[in-house]
Every structure is written in C-alpha cells, then in structure tokens.
C-alpha cells in the first residue's frame, strides 16, 4: 500500500554539533521526531489493516453478490429440458434465461419466449449493422455487405410472421399460421442467415470483423429457436400460449371447401390465370421494348407494383430480350406474376459473375423474393459462360412462388432455389456445375435437365442442396422429370461425368422419384463435396426411377443414401406433403400431380 512507504521517506534523527560548544538540545527533538515516527508508523499500520479488512469485505461482498447472481440465474426444469433439444444448449440457456418471463415459462411458452428473444437479438444486429453503409468499401465488400443488410431484413421478417405478427398479404393469414408456415419462415430465416456469412468467407478486412462481431450467435440462436418449435410446437396444432391462431385455421380451412379450393387471397380469375392465352388476359401493366406497351423496361414495371398488394398484379413482358441490372420483385412486392410470350420469346438475360467482385446472391440475372411470386412462358439466362464459374439465372426466395413453361439458362449455379416453397412445372433447366442449389422446399415436376458441356477437368452437378439444420423442413425433390445430355456434352460424355448431386451442407436432401435418367448420368450417382463431408448426414433417394442412367447398382455406399422402396416414404417429397400444395396450388390454375401419380 502507499502508505507503507511514508516511513522509509522520513530523514533520520541526528547530532548536530554546536558552533559555540554550547550544550546542544539533542534529546528532547529526538524523543520528537521517535514520538511522531511512531505514531506514523501506528498510522501506517492500522490503514494496512483497515484497507486489508476493506478488501476482505469487498471479496466477501462479491463472492455472496455472485453467488446470489448464480443462484438467481439457475434454469428452471423447463428451461433446462427446452434448451436440451436444440443443438446449442449452453447458448440456448445463456440467452434465455436474462429474458423477461423465461424462468416462469412452461415448455410451450418457451417456444414464444426463444423466437422474440431470436427477433430482438437480429433486429439490434441489423441496426447496428446499417452502421457502416458509409464506411470505404471494394466492390466485394460492398456487394456481401448489401446483401447481408437484405438478409438480415428478411430474418426480421420471417421471425415477425412466425410469431404471428407479420403483414405479408401474400400469406392467407399470418394469424392463421399453420405448421409447415413456421418451420418454413424459422428455415429460411436460418438460410437468410447461412447465406450472409457466405458472402464474406473469401474476404478479409475491417467490415469483415465488425459485421461479425454485430452477427456473433445469430444463425445458432435461429437454430435453438427451429429446434425448439419442432420439439415443442411443431407436432401438433394445440399452441395454447403462443400466438399462432389455429382455431382460425381451422375455420379456413371450413371456408376452403367451399370454394373450389383456392385461397381467400385469390379470385377464381386469379387461378385460371396460368392456362390462359395471352391475348384473353387483361395485364395490369405491359412491358414492351417497341413502346407499345405502358413501359420500355422490366425495372420500370416493378417500381410500379404495389406493396403488400392482395390482389395478383399481372405484368406481361413482350417479346424480347431484357438484359437490366439488379431485375428483383423485392419481399414487399407481393403477388406478382410475369407472363411472357413463350420459351426463347421473351428472354430475360444478364452476365454477371463472381469475376464481376460480387457475391453469387447478387449475380442473378433476375430475382424474386415477394411471396406469391409467379412466372410462365418465359426464358431466364445468363450468359457468362462455364470460365466465369458461379453466374445465376434465375434466384427465388419467395414463398409459394410458381415457374411455368419456362427456360431456365446458364452454366454453374443456374438455378438459385434460395428459400422457402416453391413448384417448377414443365420448365427447361441447363447447366454444368451445382446448377440446381440452395436451400428451399422445392419439387421440380415434370421439367427437363439439360446437362451441358463443362470445363476441362470439371464435373458435372444437377445439385447441391445446402440444408444446414436436421429440423428445416427443406429439400430439393426432382419429380417426373426427364435428364438429358445436351449435344456439346454427348460427345463427351465419358469425358465429363454428370452426378444427380453432391452435399453443399451437412444435412443436403435431395431425391428423385420417377425420373428418366440419360446414359451420361455416372453410375455411382452421386459425388462427394469434400472427403467423407455429410456422407452420414445427408439424405439422399432415389425412388423407381428408370433409363439407363438408372442402375442402381454400381450407386454409393454412403450411410446417408437410401434406395426408396417404400410408396409412403417417397411419397414424403411430392406436392402434396412436401411443399403442401393441397393448400395453395390449386389456386394457381398450374396442373400438377400432387401425389406420386395420378
């Protein structure tokens, strides 16, 4: 302590001699300078002890202080049993058990507790993310950076509709919420997420690390709150205590039928829509290049749709080519359906790449994410070829989004199946490598898929499905399909071997259920990502398909694939108990087999 060095400082008593030999006073100013040496040292000593004292009390006080803490902060029994489900449990209690209610809650109530805590803990992130828009960015940066701001906006969004409180006008009712609903919005919302963190995987620098640092424990708090749900909410309809209004439900679904099936946000002109002729629909707006329409340009057409609209804005697109920047129906855009002119008529075409500096999110030649999205008779491409590597065509992460008759081009990562449910009937897909990818519930019905000719020492991938959690209710199911090999790859087909897919994240699942299959499809089916990655994790079927590339038994040993010999477990993928089509497509007036066969 300071004052143990006050003595040590102090002169030492002396004899100073006279200079007339005087007597010289030298006792009485050393019993003096000995009486107050004293009391300074007595001064010295009783602070050493008070202040040891003080800090015994202050240790004291703090360990009482946080015992009282721990004793406070134990889980109750529920908790405890919540948070031991999810696959972060030490997270899940950390994170809970501050929050208002939580230690009070029963299981079920939990599920309310652990998505609003998830909500507020990203709606703070994406504020204090926005922060740094003005900071210096290279255009990677920038392009991750937006993307990520976009992202995190629509977490928000799918957390807000799973408690029930969102507006999206394109749902029949956010009260009304069923199920599949929430485990939908709770996947994409842990996609959004996946997908951010992505867009910065090959960067480095400041935005980098201050973006993570704002993002810490999202995606696993999103996780913890998917797999609470699924537990405790999702396996059954009785959500007393959470605002998820199923009575409601269930007098919809009374209503339903009695009205030929289709939807309350749908008239029954809405859901002839898809069948009709061009030149029997009244458009809400036309987009024509010549002028002769209400716009010269696609852009033009969408700033013009609504927002949250409940009626279909119906937009046709002339015939031609549309080659705009940063074509999006963005999340608000609700309800909106493109028709064009017919495959190779009306072609909406774009060149960006990953060479271009920007993530493979922002490449897309055109992207919806308004839920409701439809589109038919239309050709989407893009046109950077094989050497430009990840360059997308067509991105949707909207919900009950419908492609009809349409062409679908490009090379690596032609088909962006971002999140959410989406149905592709009668379309034509082409690519080379991963070029069906993401992370939605998507059935591809009735399509063809054309491999294409790759680059030297590539191989080529109809898929890679990027299913990152055991509890989203995703996948990618190729149904009735045809696989072919398009003329430049026929030549060489042994040269360049096509996969049906490989395992972009640890719980891929993707199948194919009665497809014909080309000879260029290799005869062990599948390709490994990297080693012995998710080969005991993933799912991967096939269910009666048939062509020659259909043997079965040169196939992979992978713990993770099956051979489907069961009609129930196939059936698990097909419209009707996959996307839920039962419930929404019909309304689409799109003709579709909503179980294995007619």
Excluded at 451 to 480: C, E, F, V, W
Aim: with cysteine; net charge positive.
């Amino acid at each position: 302590m300071e004052y143990g060095r006050l003595g040590p400082t102090e002169p030492k008593g002396s004899s100073i001699p006279s200079m007339n030999n005087e007597p010289t006073s030298t006792v009485k100013p050393k019993k003096k300078k000995s009486t107050k040496l004293k009391l300074l040292l007595i001064v010295a000593a009783t602070l050493m002890v008070a202040s040891a004292i003080c800090a015994a009390l202050v240790v004291t006080l703090r360990n009482t202080a946080a015992a009282s803490k721990l004793r406070r902060r134990h889980p109750s029994e529920a908790m405890s049993r919540t948070c031991g489900k999810t696959l972060y449990p030490s997270l899940c209690l950390d994170s809970l058990i501050d929050f208002p209610g939580a230690l009070a809650a029963s299981d079920k109530e939990l599920v309310h507790i652990s998505v609003n805590m998830t909500l507020q803990r990203v709606g703070r992130a994406l504020y204090h993310a926005s922060e740094f828009t003005n900071l210096p960015m290279g255009s990677h940066e920038r392009s991750a950076y937006d993307a990520c701001l976009e992202l995190l906006d629509d977490s928000v969004d799918f957390l807000t509709r799973s408690l029930g409180g969102g507006d999206d006008a394109a749902s029949a009712s956010s009260a009304a919420a069923s199920t599949q609903d929430i485990l939908t919005w709770l996947s994409a919302s842990l996609t959004s997420h996946d997908t951010c963190d992505e867009g910065f995987e090959e960067l480095r620098g400041d935005v980098k690390n201050q973006m993570s640092d704002r993002l810490k424990d999202l995606p696993q708090l999103v996780s913890n709150s998917l797999a609470i749900y699924s537990a405790i909410g999702g396996g059954n309809d009785d959500f007393s205590g959470i605002p998820i209004q199923n009575r409601r439900r269930k007098l919809l679904d009374k209503v339903k039928k009695h009205t030929s099936n289709f939807p309350t946000w749908l008239s029954r002109k809405d859901r002839m829509l898809l069948d009709m002729p061009v030149s029997a629909l009244s458009a809400d707006i036309v987009v024509s290049q010549d002028g002769n329409g209400t716009y010269k340009t696609i852009a033009e057409a969408i700033k013009k749709v609504p927002e949250h609209n409940t009626r279909r804005t119906i937009i046709y697109v002339k015939a031609g080519k549309y080659e705009e920047d940063n074509l999006k129906v963005g999340r608000k855009k609700t309800n909106v359906m493109f028709i064009g002119d017919g495959k190779g008529k009306t072609v909406i075409t774009g060149g960006r790449n990953i060479f271009d500096k920007i993530t493979t999110f922002h490449t897309a030649s055109f992207a919806a994410t308004g839920a409701g999205f439809i589109a038919r008779d239309i050709s989407f491409e893009n046109w950077a070829g094989p050497s430009k590597h990840q360059a997308v065509a067509l991105r949707i992460g909207a919900d009950h989004a419908v492609i009809f008759r349409c062409n679908i081009i490009g090379y690596q990562d032609t088909l962006y199946i971002h999140s959410q449910r989406q149905f592709y009937r009668e379309c034509d897909i082409y690519g080379t490598v991963d070029f069906i990818f993401g992370n939605a519930a998507a059935v591809i019905q009735s399509c063809t898929i054309h491999a294409r000719k790759p680059m030297p020492l590539q191989k080529n991938t109809i898929t890679a499905q990027n299913r990152k959690d055991p509890n989203q209710n995703t996948g990618i199911s190729i149904h009735a399909c045809k696989l072919v090999a398009e003329p430049d790859l026929e030549k060489e087909k042994d040269a360049y071997p096509t996969y049906l897919g490989r395992p972009w994240k640890l719980y891929s699942r993707t199948v194919y259920l009665l497809s014909n299959m080309g000879d260029h499809i290799h005869p062990s089916g599948w390709l490994e990502w990297n080693a012995t990655f998710a080969l005991d994790t993933l799912y991967y079927g096939e269910y009666m398909n048939y062509g020659p590339g259909s043997a079965l038994g040169q196939r992979v040993k992978w713990p993770g694939y099956r051979v489907i010999k069961s009609a129930e477990e196939a059936s698990r993928f097909t419209v009707a108990q996959f996307i839920y089509g039962s419930s929404w497509l019909p309304s689409t007036g799109v003709a579709f087999l909503s179980g294995l066969s007619t």
